[in-house]
Every structure is written in structure tokens, then in C-alpha cells.
């Protein structure tokens, strides 16, 4: 399953979804939308890329001058974002009826990932620009809200709230918007197999921080997997109980870690053992006696081989023992 990124190779937000030159009555009225405006590099027309493959739902506004050109896009496939694992749309507004990539894709069409969808246009406003609104699940067109303004009707999301920031594709971050955007997760750490011997703790949920020095202020070195870790050191601090691993520092609350302490072996009590060892000595010592008597004994043997059948009488002296054994035709 991949994440879901912000489709452009410079993040510029030059209006925000609190912005009060037009989109604050979008997020305060009823239903409401939270719209950006992305210009990219200023001065140009930058373009919009398809992060994953998407959908063309619709598509309005092309030779209609009281309609704004708009393009409704959803994601063929559940992606991952900040807040939600899901189908995600998004629109984008402003781009020009004479963009060279917008004609390609009709209603319906797929856009393949990586594919540029449109570039910034000026349809309906004054520069270059791109107004993004994006949200959960399906949407494919506009209603009027309560303070006037048409919003998208659907399942809107502040876009930092959909979107990561891929900094391999993302290159420049020019203005945030005073947005908190959140790079797409890096993961660390490779779990070990239980072992007894030592104390261990189990990672139980996803985004678990790893830090360079126990406090939440510290150095994020990424995600911890989950699973089986050694721990060697336990801090209290912040309102947490923080854990040396091998790979930094993590934090527990009571419910993102199972504790598997070392089990402490039961001693060996040495106490009888002088007592036993002779014990066993002295019947060692009777053993070897009783196998010296029956190699002499051995020694004295006679044997009596009889010639033919009949009765055989033998005349045993006190201390004397006859052995016999009868062999088969």
C-alpha cells in the first residue's frame, strides 16, 4: 500500500485554509471544505503530478466562462496518509482550458503514477495557481455552504491531514503555509527473537518515535518497527517511561509496550553436595570390589563338558556355586 503525497516538486501554500482573503468562509460555514492555494515556483507553471494512480471522476469548467475549470480525482487504490488508511480524492482548480495535459485525461480515464495530471492556470483567478481541496473517500461535485461559498461536497480533511511530504520528490519547501506537514515515515529497527535471558519490551503501535536522548523535545531518528527489542536502561521523564534500545530512545504511556523482563535463575543449592560426592565414592568403591571377586572367582572356574547323555553327579564343597547351561540340537 503506498502513501499519499503532496503532487507537487515545490511545496508553495500561498493561501491556507484559515487564509481571510477568500477561503476562511469555506472552513466556517456549513458543510465546509479546507482548500489551499499552491503556486510552485513563482513565475512559472508548475506541474501537478499524479503521486499514485487516480481516477478522472469529472471534469467542469472547460469553455464555460461562469464555471471555474475543476478536476475531480480519486485514488484507485486505499493509501496511507496521516490520519487514515482509505480511498482519497482530490480536486484541482485554476489550471487553463489551453493546458496541454489536462485534455488527455477524460471522465473515467486512469492517470498512471508519476504522469503530470495539469499544470498552475489562471481560469478564474488573477495568477498562477493551483486550489487543491482533498478529503476521504468519493466526491464529485460542488454544493453552496452557509456562508456562500461552493465547497466540495464529501469528506473533507485539512490537506497536511491527507497528504505526507516526500522529500525525494518534494525538493523545496518554499512556504508551509504555517501548515504542519509530516514527511513520509521513516522506519528503523530490526526485532530480535525472545530471549529469556534478557529484558525486552514488545513495540505494540506503528508511530512510535525513536529519539536521541529520552524527552519528546530530543531528535526524532524515525519510526520504531514493531516487535521484539533488548532493552538496558529505564528513565522516567515528561509523564513517560522511556527505554534505551539499540536504536535510541522510546517512550511508553502504558499501552504502546509489553515488558518482558529477564527470568532470574533459581540457585543451586551446593549445600548436600560434599555429603553426595562421598556417598557416591564409597558405593563406586563397593562396585569395583564386587567386580575384583568376580574376576577371581572367573579365574577358578572348572568346566564339564559331558560325552554323551545320562545322569552327571557333582560333589560341591561349601562356598561352591555350579553353573549349567543347556545347549539345543
Known amino acids: 500500500m503506498e502513501y499519499f503525497t503532496f503532487p507537487m516538486e515545490t511545496l508553495n501554500v500561498t493561501q491556507s485554509y484559515t487564509g481571510t482573503y477568500s477561503h476562511l468562509e469555506h472552513t466556517t460555514g456549513t458543510p ?29 469548467g472547460v ?55 495539469c499544470y498552475e492556470g489562471t481560469d478564474g483567478a488573477t495568477s ?14 460542488w454544493v453552496e455552504n452557509s456562508k456562500g461559498k461552493w465547497v466540495i461536497k464529501g469528506d473533507s480533511y485539512p490537506p497536511e491531514e491527507v497528504m505526507y511530504i516526500d522529500p525525494s ?14 514527511n513520509i515515515p521513516k522506519y528503523i529497527g530490526s526485532p530480535v527473537k525472545k530471549d529469556v535471558s534478557v529484558d525486552q519490551l514488545e513495540v505494540l503501535v506503528s508511530k512510535l518515535n525513536v529519539r536521541k536522548e529520552p524527552t519528546k523535545k530530543a531528535e526524532s531518528l524515525g519510526y ?23 536504536y535510541g530512545y522510546i517512550a511508553d504511556d502504558g499501552t504502546y509496550l509489553i515488558l518482558y523482563p529477564k527470568e532470574e535463575k533459581t540457585p543451586i543449592d551446593n549445600s548436600n553436595l560434599e ?6 565414592k564409597e558405593e563406586l568403591k563397593q562396585k569395583e570390589e564386587e567386580i575384583e ?16 547323555d545320562g545322569y552327571y553327579y557333582f560333589a560341591l564343597t561349601t562356598n561352591e556355586t555350579l553353573y549349567y547351561q543347556i545347549k539345543e540340537n
Open 275 to 280: 555429603e553426595e560426592n562421598k556417598k557416591l
Open 32 to 60: 465546509k471544505d479546507y482548500p489551499i492555494d499552491v503556486a510552485g515556483i513563482d513565475g512559472n507553471r508548475s506541474a501537478v503530478f499524479a503521486r499514485v494512480p487516480l481516477k478522472v471522476i469529472a471534469k467542469r
Open 224 to 246: 520504531i518497527n514493531l516487535g521484539i527489542y533488548n532493552y538496558t536502561e529505564i528513565i522516567d521523564n515528561e509523564g513517560y517511561r522511556w527505554y534505551k534500545i539499540p
Open 63 to 117: 469553455g464555460n466562462g461562469s464555471v471555474t475549470n475543476t478536476i475531480w480525482l480519486e485514488t484507485v487504490d486505499k493509501v496511507i496518509t496521516p490520519k487514515f488508511t482509505d480511498y482519497v480524492f482530490m480536486t484541482l482548480t485554476h489550471w487553463n482550458d489551453s493546458d496541454e495535459m489536462i485534455g488527455k485525461w477524460g471522465v473515467g480515464s486512469t492517470i498512471p503514477e508519476g504522469s503530470i495530471i
Open 169 to 182: 520528490f518534494t525538493t523545496t519547501i518554499k512556504n508551509r503555509g504555517g501548515l504542519a506537514w509530516e
Open 293 to 308: 571377586e568376580l574376576k577371581e572367582a572367573l579365574q577358578n572356574y572348572k568346566t564339564f563338558t559331558p560325552v554323551e
Open 128 to 141: 498562477n495557481h493551483i486550489h487543491l481541496v482533498c478529503g476521504r473517500g468519493h466526491a464529485s461535485t
